[in-house]
């Protein structure tokens, strides 16, 4: 890349929206009265089976997939775990509505993903807990 520093600020700029993103839905999921019902309900209208079970399993995989995203720990994992999490919000609930996210299309879903696959490829960053913690690139 052409500027190293700057590639890395931006990859942890990416990193940081993303996990922002993701601990927020899974927190609504998780902490407020009502939500994590009403996300099953949903999941269970959109045809996802076992809603209930896959309702707790998103929640979970948000909120703390969102947190190592923001600390840059086992990006590589988390990001692998939210692209198979997007992919079946892609097919499932938000690509039938075409791309316009006013009615309910991928558009939102389609940028995350994207993002997702800058993490995979080139994981947390210079800038990431996992780098001075741990040497295997999976763990950081």
Do not use: C, D
């Amino acid at each position: 890349m052409a500027n190293s520093k700057l590639s890395q600020w931006t990859l942890a700029l990416l990193r940081v929206v993303l996990g922002v993103i993701f601990t927020y839905h899974g927190y609504l999921k998780l902490f407020v009265v009502g939500s994590l019902p009403e996300t099953a309900g949903f999941f269970a209208q959109v045809g996802i089976p076992m809603a209930n079970y896959a309702a707790v399993v998103v929640a979970f995989a948000e909120f703390f997939g969102g947190l190592f995203l923001l600390l840059g720990v086992v990006t590589k994992w988390t990001t692998l775990v939210l692209i198979f999490e997007m992919l079946i919000a892609f097919f499932m609930v938000h690509l039938k509505n075409g791309l316009l996210v006013s009615k309910g299309g991928y558009e939102f879903v389609l940028l995350i993903l994207a993002g997702l696959v800058v993490l995979l490829v080139n994981g947390a960053g210079a800038l990431s807990l996992g780098k001075k913690l741990f040497k295997s690139k999976w763990m950081q």
